[in-house]
C-alpha cells in the first residue's frame, strides 16, 4: 500500500522545507553571513523513507540528507543554527553545515570521509541484535561516489555475514565533485550483485516510498539487510565553493531539471487532486516564511567563545575496583589481562569481544581471549582480516550502548583503520559537543624485543596515535597494571587504545602485597631517589630495571613507570625532576615527534625547571628507523641496557648547577579590536564575502544595480568571478545604493568594501553607530579598572602591614596523595587543603576572627566565613566564600568550597559580610612571592605561592611554599601576626591526613 494523502501532503511539505532551507543558504552565502553550504537539492525524495522510521530506528544520513533528517524530527531552526556555527547548533560551532547529529533523535553525527559512516551503522545494528531488538532498523545513505570506499564493501560484507537488521541505500546523482561517475561506481562495474538491490526512480518520492517500504518489512521480520540504488539529481553544484557551470553544458543543467522530484512530486498531486497549485503556492510561502524566520532567529544566536572548543575532548575519565587478583602471588601480564577479561563479561552485560582468532580453540595469538568463547558464547567473535572492520564497528556498538573490548592482532597492522580511529573513534564526542560518547577499548599487542618480528610485528606507534586528540593511550608494564588499567578503561566513557607490550606478557611477576586501583594518567614511582630522575613505559622498563641493577649508584636514582601516554602525568614527573635537577628518557618509539619528545619539552618551557636543571635532559629511543627481521637490524636499533647505563652516566657526571639567567616577561599579547565594517547611522557596508576553498579575490564582472537605485533584502548587487566559480553578492537589507566602490573589471580582495547602502528598512544587517563603540585614547575599547570602586573605597583608611614565611609543601602534597585528591564529596585541590589549615589556625586566633565595619573593628566571631580569590576572565577577580567555615567536617568543607568557587563562574553573587580572612593564590601563574592587599570587611589576606624547591644549607633539597600575610596594622600588632602566620605554617607542614578518611 502506497501513501496516504495525508502522508503525501506530509511528505510534500517535508520536501518543500527542505529546498527552502537551501536555498536560504545559498541566498545567506551570496550576502557573506556565512562560511559554507553543501545542498541536498535533488535528493529531497529520501525524506519518504523518514517516515518508514520509527522510533529506536537509527539512522546514518550523510550531507545530502536534509530533507531525511527533517523527517526524523530535526527543525529548520536546527539547522539554521548548524549553518551559522552557533554555539548551541548539534556541534557547538565544530561542524560543517550539513553534517547532521541528534543522539536523542539516533541521528549519528556525520563526518566529511565518505562512507566511514557505514561500518559504525553496522555496529549499531549489532547493537540492536544483541540486544533483541527485533523489528528496529538502522538506516545508513551514501553518495555514488562512496561506492569505491574500502569501507562501503567491508560494511556489506559484515552486515551480510552477520545478517544485520540495516538498510544500506546509495543516492546516485552521477557525480563526485566534478567527475561523473556513470562508469566508475561500483554499480557500473558490476561490482554489487545486482540481485540484492533494488533500483529506484529517486525524483519519484512514491516509488521510492514504496521500494523503501518493502526493505523496511524485510528488515523489521529479521530478513536484513537490504540494499538500495536511488537514481537522483544534484540540482546545485557540489557546493557553494563550486560552479557546476566549469564542467556541464547549460542543456545538461536545463535536462537535469525536468527530474527535479520536488516539481515532479507537486504535479503528480495536482493530477491526483490532492493539492490544486494555489494550495500548494499558499503551503510554499508559509514555508520559505517560516525558513527565513528560523534562519533570522539563528542569526542572532550566541556565537562559541574562545575556549570552547577545549571543552569534550575528553569526557569522563573514570577510576576502576582495584584488580581482584591473588595479592603477593605470581602472575604473567597474559593470564592476568585473561582474568580481567573473564571478569568483565562476568560482571557486565554489554561487554562483548571482536577481533582476529579470539574465539577457542585459539583464544587469540597471544592467547589473551582464551576460554572466553566457550565460556560467553555470541560475546566472544572471531573477525575478518578487516581492521577497518573491526574499528568501525567498534565505534558503533559503543555510540549505541554497548562495551566492546575490540583486539587489533598486531598494532602494526591497525593502517586500515586509521580513518576509523582518527575520525570517528577519537572524534565523535568532540565533533558531536558530547552528545554522542564512544566507550569502546581497542588493545592491541606491540614492541619489539622479540626476535623475527620483523617491520610488521615490532612496533609501538604510540606517538602517532597521541597526535589525535580524544584517544586515551595506555601501556602497561606489570599484571596489576594490566588489569587494573583496563578496569579503569571500563569505568571511563572515552576510547582508550591498550597497548600491550608483547615482550613482558609472559613474564613472571610477584604481584604487590597490597593492590589498589590503577587510575589512567597516574605514573608509578618504581624506586625514589634524589639525584636522577629516569621515566620509561612499556619494554623499556625491563631495559631500565635491568640497567638500574648494574650501577653502583642506582640508589639515588627516581625511576618512573610513565604507563599512562595520554593523559600522562606531568604532576608525578615535574615533582621529581624538580627535585633530581636531571633527566633521562628511555623509550621504544621512534624518535621524531615523540612522547619522549614532548615530556622534554613541556618541562623545558618551565623556566624553574630550566633554570634548576644541572643536566640537560637525554632520550635513549629507537632512532628514525624501522626495525629488521634479522635479529641484529632489531636490537641495533632499540635502546639496550648498555645505552641506558651510559646515558644516565653522561648526565651524573654533570654536578655543578648552571648559573641561572634573570627571567625576562614574555612579551605582551596584542589585543586587536576590528573596527572595520561600522559606517555612519542608517548605512550598510557590502564587503565581498568569503568565496570558500581559500579563495582570496575575485574580479567584479557586473554590477547590476546603479547608485540610487531602490534594493529589497536578499536582492542581487552585483556579480564577481574567482578561478573556480561566478558569484552573486546580495543585499541583506532594504535601501538604495549610495555608492559603488570598486568598478568593474576591478579585481577585489575578500572583505574588501565595494559598495555602501542607504537603509530605508528593518533589515538584519545594519552597522552599529560609532557612538556605540567607545575607544580609549590608545584606540582599545575601554576596560574597568583592576579594582572595582567599592573596593576602592574600602579601603580607605587601612593601614597596611606585611609578614613572609616559608612552609615545607611535602605534608600537604603527601596529603593530598594519599587520597588522590578525592572525598565523599568529590575532587579537592592542594588549595583546599591549605584553606582548611587556615581555618583551624583562626580557631586558634580568635583576633584573626574580627572584621572591619565603618573604620572600626568588631569582636571575634564565633563562627566565620573565610574566602579565597577566584580568577576568571579579562582579568577579573571575585570572592569565593566557604560559609561558617569552622563548623564543617572535611567532607563538607570540600563540598562548601566547590559550590563557593561554582557559584563564582555562575555569576552568583555571595555574601562576603562574615568573611574574616582572604586567601589568594596565583601558582598557576608562576609567581611564587606576592604582597596582597587587605579587602574590608576581611582583617587580613593571605597569599598562597606556587611550590618549587628549595637547597637548604646542608644541601638537601625542599619543595617548599611561600605564604606572605598581609594585615590592618591598626587592629593587629606584628607579633600577634606572626604567631598566627607560623600556626599556618605548622597546619601545612604536618597536616593530619587522618581528617581525609572522613
Known amino acids: 500500500m502506497g501513501l496516504s494523502n495525508e502522508e503525501k501532503i506530509r511528505l510534500l511539505k517535508l520536501m518543500l522545507t527542505s529546498r527552502a532551507g537551501d536555498l536560504r543558504e545559498q541566498r545567506m552565502i551570496r550576502q557573506g553571513k556565512g562560511w559554507f553550504h553543501v545542498s541536498g537539492m535533488g535528493h529531497e525524495s529520501m525524506g519518504a523513507i523518514g517516515l518508514l522510521m520509527e522510533e529506536g530506528d537509527y539512522c546514518f544520513p550523510f550531507y545530502r540528507d536534509r530533507a531525511l533528517v527533517l523527517s526524523r524530527g530535526i527543525t529548520s531552526y536546527d539547522l539554521a543554527l548548524t549553518f551559522y556555527a552557533k ?18 533523535l539516533n541521528i549519528w553525527s556525520h563526518l566529511s570521509p565518505i562512507a566511514a559512516h557505514w561500518l559504525p551503522a553496522c555496529g549499531a545494528a549489532w547493537g540492536l541484535k544483541l540486544d533483541g531488538k527485533q523489528g528496529k532498523v538502522v538506516v545508513a545513505t551514501v553518495g555514488d561516489g562512496g561506492s569505491r570506499q574500502g569501507d562501503f564493501f567491508e560494511a556489506i560484507c559484515f552486515a551480510k555475514e552477520h545478517n544485520l537488521p540495516v538498510i544500506f541505500v546509495v543516492e546516485d546523482n552521477g557525480f563526485a565533485i566534478s567527475t561523473k561517475t556513470d562508469r566508475m561506481n561500483a554499480m557500473a562495474l558490476k561490482e554489487l550483485n545486482e540481485d540484492e538491490w533494488v533500483l529506484v526512480d529517486g525524483s519519484n518520492p512514491q516509488e521510492v516510498y514504496e521500494k523503501a517500504k518493502e526493505a523496511f518489512e524485510k528488515v523489521r521480520h529479521g530478513k536484513g539487510p537490504a540494499f538500495i540504488w536511488s537514481k537522483v539529481e544534484r540540482l546545485s553544484s557540489h557546493s557553494s565553493a563550486d560552479d557546476q557551470r566549469n564542467y556541464r553544458s547549460e542543456e545538461e543543467i536545463t535536462k537535469m531539471g525536468l527530474r527535479d522530484a520536488v516539481t515532479r512530486f507537486k504535479n503528480d ?61 605470581k602472575y604473567r601480564m597474559a593470564d592476568a589481562i585473561n582474568f ?28 589473551l581471549t582464551k576460554g572466553l568463547s566457550s ?13 577497518s572492520t573491526i574499528l568501525g564497528v567498534a565505534c558503533g556498538l559503543a555510540s549505541y550502548g554497548k562495551r566492546p573490548i575490540f583486539e587489533i592482532q598486531f598494532v602494526d597492522f591497525i593502517g586500515p583503520a586509521l580513518n576509523q580511529l582518527f575520525n570517528n573513534i577519537a572524534l565523535l564526542r568532540w565533533r558531536s559537543n558530547g552528545d554522542w560518547t564512544c566507550p569502546a577499548i581497542i588493545y592491541a599487542p606491540c614492541g619489539g624485543y622479540l626476535p623475527g618480528g620483523a617491520i610488521w610485528h615490532s612496533q609501538t606507534n604510540e606517538s602517532a596515535f597521541a597526535h589525535f586528540p580524544g584517544l586515551l593511550i595506555v601501556m602497561p608494564s606489570t599484571p596489576e597494571d594490566a588489569s587494573g588499567l583496563l578496569l579503569s578503561a571500563l569505568a571511563s566513557e572515552e576510547p582508550v587504545l591498550f597497548l600491550i607490550p608483547k615482550h613482558l606478557l609472559w613474564a613472571p611477576r610477584e604481584l604487590p602485597a597490597k593492590l589498589g586501583p590503577i587510575p589512567i594518567g597516574k605514573a608509578a614511582v618504581r624506586h625514589e631517589g634524589s639525584d636522577l630522575t629516569v621515566v620509561a613505559w612499556g619494554n623499556c622498563t625491563e631495559v631500565v630495571e635491568s640497567a638500574l641493577s648494574k650501577l653502583d649508584n642506582g640508589a639515588g636514582i627516581e625511576y618512573i613507570d610513565l604507563r599512562s601516554i595520554v593523559p600522562w602525568d606531568k604532576e608525578t614527573i615535574i615533582h621529581s625532576v624538580s627535585k633530581t635537577r636531571r633527566l633521562v628518557i628511555v623509550q621504544e618509539d621512534t624518535i621524531n615527534c615523540s612522547v619522549g619528545q614532548m615530556i622534554i619539552t613541556t618541562l623545558m618551557e618551565d623556566h624553574v625547571i630550566w633554570n634548576s636543571m644541572i643536566a640537560p635532559p637525554v632520550l635513549v629511543s629507537k632512532g628514525n628507523v624501522h626495525i629488521g627481521f634479522n635479529p641484529v637490524l632489531e636490537y641495533s636499533s632499540l635502546p639496550d641496557v648498555e645505552r641506558v ?78 578561478d573556480k566559480a561566478i558569484f552573486p553578492v546580495e543585499s541583506s537589507v532594504e535601501g538604495i545604493i549610495g555608492k559603488w566602490l570598486v568598478k568593474e573589471d576591478d579585481i577585489i580582495q575578500v572583505g574588501q568594501e565595494i559598495a555602501e547602502i542607504i537603509i530605508t528598512g528593518e533589515g538584519h544587517g545594519a552597522n552599529k553607530p560609532h557612538e556605540e563603540i567607545q575607544k580609549a585614547d590608545d584606540g582599545h575599547i575601554t576596560e574597568k579598572g583592576a579594582l572595582s570602586s567599592e573596593i576602592i573605597k574600602q579601603l580607605s583608611g587601612v593601614l597596611p602591614a606585611s609578614l613572609g614565611v616559608v612552609a615545607e609543601w611535602e605534608g600537604v602534597r603527601k596529603a593530598w596523595s594519599s587520597v588522590r585528591g578525592r572525598s565523599k564529596s568529590g575532587a579537592f585541590s592542594y588549595t583546599t587543603l591549605v584553606a582548611w589549615a587556615v581555618v583551624k589556625a583562626l580557631e586558634e586566633f580568635p583576633a584573626f576572627r574580627r572584621l572591619l565595619q565603618n573604620g572600626q573593628v568588631t569582636e571575634p566571631q564565633k563562627d566565620f566565613d573565610i574566602g579565597f580569590a577566584v580568577a576568571l576572565e579579562n582579568d577579573e577577580l571575585e570572592t569565593a566564600v566557604i560559609p561558617k567555615a569552622n563548623t564543617l567536617n572535611w567532607a563538607d568543607f570540600v563540598k562548601a568550597y566547590r559550590e563557593g568557587l561554582n557559584k563564582v563562574k555562575e555569576g552568583v553573587s555571595q555574601s562576603k559580610a562574615r568573611t574574616s580572612l582572604l586567601l589568594t593564590s596565583m601558582g598557576p601563574l608562576k609567581i611564587r612571592t606576592g604582597n596582597p592587599i587587605v579587602v574590608p570587611p576581611a582583617l587580613c589576606t593571605l597569599f598562597l605561592g606556587e611550590p618549587y624547591f628549595e637547597t637548604r644549607d646542608n644541601g638537601e633539597v625542599k619543595e617548599v611554599v611561600a605564604l606572605d600575610f598581609s594585615f590592618d596594622h591598626r587592629w593587629a600588632n606584628g607579633a600577634g601576626a606572626g604567631r598566627f602566620l607560623k600556626q599556618i605554617k605548622d597546619n601545612i607542614e604536618k597536616f593530619d591526613e587522618s581528617i581525609l578518611k572522613e
Do not use: W
Not at 544566536?301 to 602471588?329: C, H, M, R, W, Y
Not at 560467553?376 to 581492521?387: C, D, I, M, Q
Open 375 to 387: 565460556e560467553f558464547p555470541g560475546r566472544v567473535v572471531n573477525s575478518p582480516l578487516a581492521e
Open 645 to 722: 647505563i651510559k646515558a644516565i652516566n653522561k648526565t651524573l657526571a654533570v654536578s655543578s648547577a648552571r648559573t641561572p639567567m634573570a627571567a625576562s616577561e614574555m612579551p605582551t599579547e596584542l589585543k586587536e579590536v576590528q573596527m572595520a565594517g561600522f559606517a555612519q547611522k542608517g548605512h550598510k557596508i557590502i564587503r565581498l564575502p568569503n568565496l570558500g576553498e581559500g579563495l582570496r579575490e575575485a574580479r567584479m564582472i557586473e554590477i547590476f544595480k546603479k547608485e540610487g537605485e531602490k534594493v529589497s533584502e536578499d536582492d542581487p548587487l552585483c556579480e564577481v568571478e574567482t
Open 87 to 104: 554555539k548551541e547548533s548539534s556541534s557547538g560551532g565544530r561542524q560543517l553545515p550539513a553534517h547532521y547529529s541528534n543522539r536523542k
Open 269 to 329: 498531486l495536482i493530477k491526483e487532486k490532492v493539492l490544486s497549485q494555489e494550495q500548494i503556492n499558499e503551503i510554499e510561502q508559509e514555508i520559505e516564511i517560516t525558513v527565513r524566520d528560523a534562519y533570522t532567529k539563528a542569526e542572532s544566536a550566541a556565537d562559541p567563545q574562545p575556549g570552547d572548543e577545549k571543552k569534550n575532548v575528553f569526557g569522563s575519565i573514570g577510576i576502576g575496583k582495584a584488580p581482584t587478583l591473588t595479592a603477593g602471588e
Open 340 to 367: 580481567t577479561f573473564k571478569d568483565a563479561l562476568s560482571t557486565n552485560k554489554d561487554v562483548c569481544f571482536f577481533g582476529e582468532d579470539v574465539e577457542d580453540p585459539l583464544g587469540g595469538v597471544f592467547k
